[in-house]
C-alpha cells in the first residue's frame, strides 16, 4: 500500500510554471506542476483593490447571448508580473492584454499587435509594424513608445515572475516612427520572437501600472467588468475593440473547487462549458447525449515520470534506461487517463515546432529491462517512489510500479501532499529517487534539462548545442533543439515522458468557438458564442 506524507500546513492545489532558460539555469518553482491541463485549483485568497479601471466586485444582469465556464484554477490576482501561474494568463492574455504575436490554435505564429515583422540578416534586430487605431480599454493610444515601455519593463524590478528570463536577451527597443518599433537583441535568438507570444510579450499602458493585481488595462477584444477573487471573472466585450469584435457581449469565468462540481453545474444550467477537465472519467456519461458536445485537443503537459540523476541507483544510465523500456507508457495512459491523451516520447509536445516523434527510441521491452537492471547490479532492489496526491499521478504511479515489479526493482510508493510537501522534498530539495507530475509550461525543455534542475541532469551535456541552435537560421533552431532532445532524451535517457495531457472540454451542443488545443496557457475566449 502506498504511504502518504502529509505537511503541517495544508495548502491548496496550484499549477506553476516554467520559465525558458539554457541548461545551467537554477531551479524555479514555476518550472512545473499540473494537477491536469488547466491545473488543480489554488486558493490564495488576495483582496482586488480598486482604482481605475479596477473591476467591481458587483455585477451587472450578463447581457443576452453571454456564456459562462466553469475551470477550476481561480486567479490569485490579475497581476502575472509578480505572480506565478497559469490561471491569469489563461483568464487575460489575448482576452484583455495582447503582444505583438500570439500562437494560434495549431502552435503557430500570427500577428497580433504587430501587423507585420522581419528581422535583419545579424538575427538581432527586430522590425514590428504596428497595427493602426490600437487603443487600451482606458483610452490611452498603443503606439511603438508603448512597445519599449512594456518589454523593457519585464527586465526591471518591476517584473518579478521568473518566466522574465526570457526577455534577458532583450537590449533595447528603439521607436523611430509611432507604428514602427525595432527591438534590439545582444545575440540572435530564435526562442525570443516566440516568447512574445506568452504573457511577458504583453502590453501595458504607463499610465496604468499600478494596482495590477486588481486591475487589467489593455488592448484586447474583452475588459474586465467583474472580479470575485476566487469565484468568478466577468470579461465584457469591448465597443471600441480595434480589431473583430468578440462574439459574445460577455464571457463569465466561474471557479469551481472541483471537476465533479464543475460538470455538475454544467448538468444543471449553472455554465455553458467546463474547460479543462482534469477527471477524463467525468465525460463518459454525456458521450451518447446529443445535448452535450466533447472536444480533446493536444496540450502542453507532459506527464514525465522523473528519476534523479544524482541519486543512486539513476545515477547510472543503464537503471534509466532499464525503466523506460520496462514501463508500457500506454498502459500507464489508459490507467491514468483514460486512455485519453497523446504518447509522444519526449517533453516536446506536437505544437512545438522541434516536435519529433520519438515513441520507438524506448518501446516496451521488459527483457531488455532486466537485462540492463543485471548488468548494472541493482535487480532486485527497492526504489522510492515519491508521488504528489493528484489522481493522475497516483494512478500513473501505481501503473508504473506494477510494470517496474515485472522487471525486478521493488517500488515503494510514497503519497506526498501537494503542493506542501511535494514541492519541498522533489521539486527545491531533490530528496527523491523517483517521481511523477505534469509538466505545463510550453516550450519547457531547457528548463527540465538545466543544471541544479530537479531532474538532476547535467546540462551541460546540451548547452552548446542548444546555444547555437538558438543563434542559427529557423532550420538550424530546429534541426539543434531535436539533437538536444535525442542527447538528453534517447542517449542519456534523463526522463521518461510518459503522456500527453489532452485539452479536454465538456460544453453544451450549442457552444462554439472554444478552442480545441491549448498550445499556450492562454485561453481565446474572442470566438465563444451561443449558436
Known amino acids: 500500500m502506498p504511504t502518504r506524507t502529509p505537511g503541517t500546513n495544508p495548502a491548496p492545489r496550484r499549477r506553476a510554471l516554467a520559465a525558458p532558460a539554457l541548461p545551467g539555469a537554477g531551479p524555479s518553482r514555476r518550472a512545473v506542476l499540473a494537477g491536469g491541463v488547466t491545473a488543480a485549483a489554488s486558493a490564495w485568497l488576495l483582496t482586488a483593490c480598486d482604482a481605475g479601471h479596477t473591476a467591481r466586485d458587483a455585477v451587472a444582469a450578463a447581457p443576452p447571448g453571454s456564456v459562462t465556464l466553469a475551470l477550476t484554477a481561480p486567479p490569485a490576482n490579475l497581476d502575472f508580473t509578480t505572480t506565478s501561474g497559469a490561471a ?5 492574455m489575448g482576452n484583455v492584454y495582447q503582444g505583438l504575436v500570439a500562437v494560434n490554435d495549431d502552435g503557430e505564429l500570427v500577428p497580433a499587435l504587430a501587423s507585420a515583422w522581419s528581422v535583419d540578416e545579424s538575427g538581432t534586430r527586430y522590425t ?3 497595427q493602426k487605431g490600437v487603443r487600451f480599454s482606458n483610452g490611452d493610444e498603443f503606439t511603438s513608445a508603448t512597445v519599449k515601455f512594456s518589454l523593457e519593463r519585464v527586465n526591471s524590478d518591476a517584473w518579478t515572475n521568473g518566466l522574465k528570463a ?3 536577451v532583450l537590449e533595447r527597443v528603439e521607436t523611430p516612427d509611432p507604428l514602427v518599433a525595432v527591438a534590439v537583441l545582444k545575440r540572435p535568438s530564435q526562442a525570443w520572437l516566440r516568447s512574445l507570444a506568452t504573457l511577458i510579450g504583453a502590453m501595458f499602458t504607463p499610465s496604468a501600472v499600478t494596482g495590477l493585481k486588481g486591475a ?8 474586465v467588468t467583474s472580479w470575485k477573487t476566487g469565484q468568478s471573472l466577468a470579461l465584457t466585450r469591448r465597443a471600441d475593440y480595434w480589431g473583430e469584435p468578440a462574439a459574445s457581449p460577455q464571457v463569465t469565468l466561474r471557479y469551481y473547487a472541483d471537476n465533479t462540481t464543475a460538470v455538475n453545474a454544467l448538468r444543471g ?3 455553458d462549458a467546463v474547460v479543462g477537465l482534469a477527471s477524463p472519467e467525468l465525460v463518459t456519461p454525456f458521450e451518447k447525449n446529443a445535448d452535450y458536445r466533447i472536444t480533446q485537443g493536444t496540450s502542453t503537459g507532459e506527464v514525465v515520470l522523473s528519476m534523479n540523476n ?5 545515477d547510472d544510465v543503464r537503471v534509466r534506461r532499464a525503466v523506460m523500456y520496462g514501463v508500457d507508457s500506454a498502459g500507464v495512459m489508459a490507467t491514468a487517463y483514460d486512455a485519453r491523451g497523446t504518447l509522444i516520447g519526449a517533453p516536446v509536445p506536437p505544437t512545438s515546432p522541434y516536435y519529433e516523434d520519438l515513441n520507438g527510441a524506448y518501446p516496451y521491452d521488459p527483457a531488455r529491462a532486466t537485462a540492463l537492471l543485471k548488468e548494472a547490479g541493482v535487480y532486485g532492489s527497492t526504489v522510492i517512489f515519491s508521488v504528489p496526491d493528484l489522481p493522475y499521478a497516483v494512478a500513473a504511479s501505481q501503473a508504473v510500479a506494477s510494470d517496474l515489479t515485472k522487471v525486478g526493482l521493488t517500488v515503494k510508493i510514497t503519497v506526498q501532499e501537494f503542493p506542501a510537501v511535494w514541492l519541498q522534498e522533489v521539486l527545491t530539495t531533490h530528496n527523491y529517487q523517483m517521481s511523477v507530475i505534469g509538466h505545463v509550461e510550453p516550450d519547457d525543455l531547457l528548463t527540465l534539462l538545466s543544471s541544479g534542475y530537479y531532474l538532476g541532469y547535467d546540462g551541460a551535456r546540451v ?8 543563434a542559427g537560421s529557423t532550420e538550424e533552431f530546429v534541426a539543434g533543439m531535436r ?8 542517449e542519456d535517457a534523463a526522463a521518461d515522458t510518459l503522456f500527453l495531457l489532452p485539452a479536454l472540454s465538456l460544453m453544451r451542443a450549442s457552444l462554439q468557438g472554444l478552442p480545441v488545443n491549448s498550445p499556450t496557457t492562454a485561453l481565446n475566449l474572442s470566438r465563444v458564442v451561443k449558436a
Open 128 to 130: 514590428f509594424e504596428l
Open 483 to 490: 539533437e538536444v532532445v535525442r542527447t538528453a532524451i534517447v
Open 269 to 271: 444550467g449553472a455554465v
Open 310 to 314: 544524482q541519486a543512486a541507483p539513476f
Open 463 to 470: 548547452a552548446s548545442i542548444a546555444a547555437r541552435a538558438d
Open 166 to 168: 526570457g526577455m534577458a
Open 88 to 92: 491569469i494568463p489563461q483568464a487575460l
Open 216 to 223: 487589467a488595462v489593455g488592448t484586447g477584444p474583452f475588459e
